[in-house]
């Protein structure tokens, strides 16, 4: 690892733990400059301000997320499998950012835009990944054949339906609870898009 990137790694995660602790507004750049071990003018010269560590943070903490689905879908099997993969490394890193992301409730307003555009980066990223494991699952067989059009619409479904998880299940935070409702949508969605769905089908017919 480069010089400048360790530099860069030590103050976004001396950020993020005052981040996480007092929020965007409360945390100064001189705070930052000593969890991080560093002097102002160091911190300086990598962020010309509080509001663009901020947005590394969260840039940062959005890309381990992905790597940890990519990790998690990776060593599964089946599509199924993969699907299911994806939903618990996604709700595990929901949780672990869960008291970081309470206390900074109160900045979202004033960041709204930058957070939209972060956002709208790492759903693409979700879409683009269930897109990748329906498309394997219809190669192997395992769902009916689909066109990208119809996979890239139950990405997005899917993407938007766990999104209206992520509050009751960050809550409760039961883990429990947590692969019932997996189980549940991942159920669903096979016996809509699954192989064994289409012969029913056709045999009806």
Do not use: W
């Amino acid at each position: 690892m480069e010089k400048d990137e360790i530099v860069i790694e030590e103050i976004l995660s001396g950020a993020k733990k005052l981040f996480g602790k007092h929020g965007l507004k409360k945390t100064t750049m001189e705070e930052i400059a000593t969890a991080a071990g560093k002097g102002k003018s160091t911190l300086y010269y990598y962020f010309p301000s509080k509001i663009e560590i901020f947005e590394a943070v969260v840039e940062d903490e959005m890309k381990n997320v992905v790597k940890r689905i990519r990790e998690a879908v990776n060593v599964s099997l089946t599509a199924k499998e993969k699907l299911k993969a994806y939903l618990q490394a996604q709700i595990t890193s929901i949780i672990g950012f869960h008291s970081f992301r309470e206390v900074l409730f109160d900045d979202v307003v004033d960041s709204m835009r930058m957070l939209i555009c972060i956002k709208s980066r790492y759903e693409q990223i979700q879409i683009d990944m269930i897109t990748e494991i329906l498309l394997g699952g219809s190669q192997s067989g395992e769902f009916k054949e689909m066109t990208l059009e119809r996979m890239n619409k139950i990405s997005f479904v899917m993407v938007t339906v766990f999104r209206g998880l992520h509050f009751p299940l960050s809550i409760e935070l039961s883990e429990q609870r947590t692969h019932e409702y997996f189980d549940e949508m991942i159920d669903m969605l096979i016996t809509g898009i699954g192989k064994d769905a289409l012969k029913k089908k056709t045999e009806n017919n």
